[in-house]
């Protein structure tokens, strides 16, 4: 009965920010390493970013340095992926997920509870 939200997706122009939010319910996230991945019309889910427990650790996917970056709050127990600077290419349907260790992994096979996902989209 743990679910994952994610919040804070929306429409924004390119060179914009936007802030995700993720929360849990029924349980928590913490001692969990927390993932975002992303998903695009037509291609697959590809990873974006992770967050170790406690959350001394981030990464990344190479293609988003220096504008996403992954943060958590454990006293709110909440994840957050904050994304600079974007551009068409980033429109996707964006989820997080637990996963069940607490180190940072870009394998989404490492991830067992998943969000509903939040819409992100930056027009051309």
């Known amino acids: 009965q743990l679910q994952l939200v994610e919040s804070g997706g929306g429409l924004v122009q390119p060179g914009g920010s936007l802030r995700l939010s993720c929360a849990a319910s029924?349980?928590?996230?913490?001692?969990?390493?927390v993932g975002w991945f992303r998903q695009a019309p037509g291609k697959e889910r590809e990873f974006v970013g992770s967050?170790?427990?406690?959350?001394?650790?981030?990464y990344v996917k190479a293609s988003v340095k220096g504008r996403f970056t992954v943060s958590r709050d454990n006293i709110m127990d909440m994840v957050y992926l904050q994304m600079n600077s974007l551009a068409p290419e980033d429109t996707a349907v964006y989820y997080c997920?637990?996963?069940?260790?607490?180190?940072?992994?870009?394998?989404?096979?490492?991830?067992?509870?998943w969000g509903q996902g939040t819409q992100v989209t930056v027009p051309v």
């Open positions: 997920a637990r996963s069940q260790y607490e180190t940072v992994s870009d394998s989404s096979s490492d991830y067992i509870v």
């Open positions: 029924g349980r928590t996230l913490s001692h969990a390493a």
């Open positions: 967050i170790s427990w406690p959350g001394r650790k981030t």
